[in-house]
């Protein structure tokens, strides 16, 4: 999965912000790429508004 961090986490809960780090966002516009996991989707799921996600093939992480 390509998550690509969106919106700033300012003014939202210290969970939601913890979430974001632990995704292994830092700045905004930064892309990680993770595996699809239901961990993962749980946290995506809590930041969905923050974040844009893609799904990726295993080719096209390469």
Known sequence: MRITYKKSSIGYSQAQKD??????LRKLNQ???LPDTPVV??????IKHL????EVTATEAK
Do not use: D, P
């Not at 974040?51 to 893609?54: F, G, I, N, R, S």
């Open 31 to 33: 892309v990680v790429e």
């Open 41 to 46: 989707r749980g946290m995506i799921f809590k």
């Open 19 to 24: 979430t974001v780090r632990s995704l292994g």
């Open 51 to 54: 974040v844009t996600v893609e």
